[in-house]
């Protein structure tokens, strides 16, 4: 299942757990385009 990590926690040991997991981390306050991004590329969609 595809996930998006969205968090405040900029500590580098929970960036290095995310990446080793595979997941995308988004930090808050997340702008909707960048969160919008993020979903796209999650879920392989292109264009607008």
Same mark, same amino acid.
């Given at each position: 299942? %595809?996930? *998006? ?8 040991? /929970? ?6 997991? $595979?997941? %995308?981390? *988004? ?8 969160? /919008? ?6 879920? $392989?969609?292109?264009?607008?």
């Amino acid at each position: 299942m %595809p996930a *998006v990590i969205i968090t405040g926690d900029t500590h580098p040991e /929970r960036i290095r757990e995310a990446s080793a997991a $595979g997941h %995308p981390l *988004v930090f808050k306050p997340v702008p909707p385009d960048v969160l /919008r991004g993020t979903l796209r590329g999650l879920l $392989g969609i292109r264009g607008t």
